[in-house]
């Protein structure tokens, strides 16, 4: 799964979240559809995969993107910055 979480996109996120009821359209793939949900969601750093559980975002039907926005995107950072830091801890040494 390709990620994620992307700064420039949380304005538009915070729109979608206020629109719930309106579709959106992909802005990654231009193909897909948001779509509300509720899932658990991989993320992969350095080889390392951990599952971030019950994110609520805007998914894409088509790419694995999805969009989150406000509180929830605060949360999902904070959670990837800490399992990066945990990685790294293991494993200091970035490899090629
Ligand atoms: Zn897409």
């Not at 304005?11 to 897909?32: D, F, H, N, Y």
């Not at 658990?40 to 080889?47: A, C, E, F, P, T």
Request: hydrophobic share 35%; proline share 4%; aromatic share 8%.
């Amino acid at each position: 799964m390709s990620c994620i979480v992307r700064r420039s996109y949380r304005s538009l996120a915070k729109i979608a979240v206020e629109r719930r009821s309106e579709t959106m359209k992909c802005p990654v793939c231009g193909a897909g559809q948001l779509v509300w949900d509720t899932r658990d969601v991989r993320y992969g750093y350095l080889g390392k995969e951990t599952m971030f559980p019950h994110v609520t975002a805007a998914f894409c039907t088509k790419c694995d993107e999805y969009l989150v926005g406000g509180e929830e995107a605060d949360r999902v950072q904070k959670a990837m910055r800490a399992f990066k830091n945990s990685v790294r801890k293991i494993s200091p040494a970035v490899p090629k």
